[in-house]
């Protein structure tokens, strides 16, 4: 099969190659799906560029990507799937050295979920990180609550606004231009680069606060969290980009109780994840969610399209075409 793969951390365009690899064989209870999109998330991006602390080739050779979608091309022993059925897949390269930057990729049945039909595939590639980590991070209560979800037009962000309001929320976001508030499709918001963000929460509501951040960017709203949370308020948390290991506010947030929820998509696994995913998938089938896909060609631009979610300034989810 084609893959697109890198063998050593390094810059995109130095190290990604495109090459044949064989094509994998369905152990007993795997799927092997054809692919048809392949997300690139920034994880993806610090993986290959070597950039998390302590990195290491876990492997000698990396096929990157851990979200996409395709068909199902055969199973292994124990799997009842229908072959040609549309799916979604996770975690393709968590923990695993192939991923989804390849025709096909080969996954534990259970990391291979339905595509509902009127979800396209370049869709479909957003949902394993982005959407599932918007999902994990309004866990609990979230109707009749007041949500701020910073970062509103992100991969994450777009989602959490989206989905928050499925939920029963208020949603108010933080983004940096008009243009990305409109991307975010949250009509209340704040431009986090020009506001006072706490004052102007305050100041929507008339004083109440909220009752939930999802955010982006821990260290950057610690302050926010502070101020605009009432008490026994929930941060989940699942990047904290500015500073990587911020200073804790411990007593400020200890004596409002509020709960600190530091997420991570890639944990979320068994019964644990059921009923997030359960969620997402009720969602997709009633057409409730708008996708962003940046769709950016073939295998062969996945340097470019690396580059371009590390440069952080595109509107969406970048996917390539499989
Ligand atoms: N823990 C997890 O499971 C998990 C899952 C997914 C992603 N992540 C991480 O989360 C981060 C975002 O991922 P993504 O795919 O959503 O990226 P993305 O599509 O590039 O979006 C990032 C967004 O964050 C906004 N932003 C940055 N700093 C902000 C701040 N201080 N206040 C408000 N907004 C801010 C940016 O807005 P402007 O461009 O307007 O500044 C941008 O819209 C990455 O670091 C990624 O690795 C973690």
Redo the contacts with the bound molecule.
Sequence with gaps: MKAAFYEGFGPAQEVLRIGDVATPDPGPGEVLVRLRASGV???D??LRAGARPGAVMAYPRVIPHSDGAGEIAAVGEGVDRAVGARVWVWNANWQRAFGTSADYVCLPSEQVVELPDGVSFAAGACLG??A??AA?ALDGVIAGQTVLV?????????YACQMAALMGARVIT????KD?AA??GCEEWIN??EAD?SAAVMDMTNGDGIDRIV???F???QDVAVACLRPGGTVS??????VVTPELQFYPLMFKDITLR???????TGTRRAPVQERLQGWLRDGALSHAPVTSGGLEAIAAAHDL?AA??????VVLEV
Excluded at 262 to 268: F, N, P, S, T
Excluded at 312 to 317: E, F, H, I, P, V
């Design positions: 998330n920034p994880s991006v610090k990180i982005p599932m980590t994990y910073t970062g509103g037009a992100g991969a994450v962000g777009r933080t983004v940096s231009s990305k991307h975010s986090y680069r963000v955010d982006v960017d260290a950057a709203n948390s699942y990047a904290s980009a500015s530091m997420l991570i998509v890639y944990q979320l979610v952080g300034d595109k509107l969406g989810t």
